[in-house]
């Protein structure tokens, strides 16, 4: 896990919960539990910085960092994007977007690719992507956004055969793989999971390791978010281990939760404001965990 990515992570689960403004101190202390050392850590700042994600102010003698309005943004919108893996109720219709970007476009045409995956479309063609969730409201954001009126067109349809609307999600998706990749997860954390919650009632279970592995476990469980369209109940597999992957994030996530949680105000009040922590932050609930109903 590297080092800035791992900060977007303690940015997402933590920090902003907390004012959104964390001493780099703190935050050099929190990542060395990960392995990461003091230069990794400046360095990959004065990067996000530079990028546009962070932002510094100096106290006395120490430096502090927040999120910019773009990175909030960005942690709105994944936020926001969580849905793929909460569908709504199908309504039966298919989303699709046709696009002809010239080639003198090509880094606006890749940046629109990569937000349409991001989203959970699917490419039946390079040009044509579908999907079967409601994305109106997106389509438009990102035609607005990279405007690009002249160049797509938009349609919301029924499928009419002469094959299966699931013949479409073969076609668009490499489902077999993102089901695959929900079973490693189960695999993997399902005796991690027996293991720890052992460990953390017989005391065997520092806070410091608990930190560890929920914040771990959240940045693998959020992979799935670039993966998985989040598909309606209707065109999945019928034996889909999405469903149970996200049981099992929800049940180790919040056996973790309040441990894990202490650690980071052990750290986190050398330093810095613990009054402006937000008074309706919940440390066992977490939006990717959000109720299908």
Known sequence: ????????????????????????????????????????????????????????????????????????????????????????????????????????????????????????????????????NQLEDKVYALIKKYEIEEYVDFFVASYDGPHENWRLVENSWDIQQINEKYNEFIAHYSQKFIIDKNKIKSGAMSDAECFVERTKLVHEYRKFLFIDPGLPEELLPQKWFGSYAGSLFSDYYKELAEPANRFFEQVFADGNEMTLKDKEYDVLSHPLMLDKE
């Open 1 to 132: 896990m590297n080092t800035r990515s791992m900060i977007f992570t303690l940015y997402g689960d933590y920090i902003r919960h907390y004012g959104n403004k964390i001493w780099i101190g703190s935050l050099i202390r929190l990542l060395k539990e990960f392995g990461h050392n003091e230069q990794a850590v400046r360095a990959a700042i004065s990067r996000m910085s530079k990028q546009g994600w962070l932002e510094g102010e100096k106290q006395g003698n120490k430096s502090y960092y927040s999120l910019t309005e773009i990175g909030l943004k960005r942690m709105e919108e994944a936020g926001n994007r969580i849905f793929k893996l909460n569908p709504e109720t199908w309504d039966g219709k298919w989303r699709m977007l046709f696009y002809t970007i010239p080639e003198e476009k090509r880094n606006l045409r890749d940046e629109l690719r990569k937000e349409l995956v991001w989203s959970g479309f699917g490419t039946m063609t390079n040009s044509l992507w579908i999907s079967p």
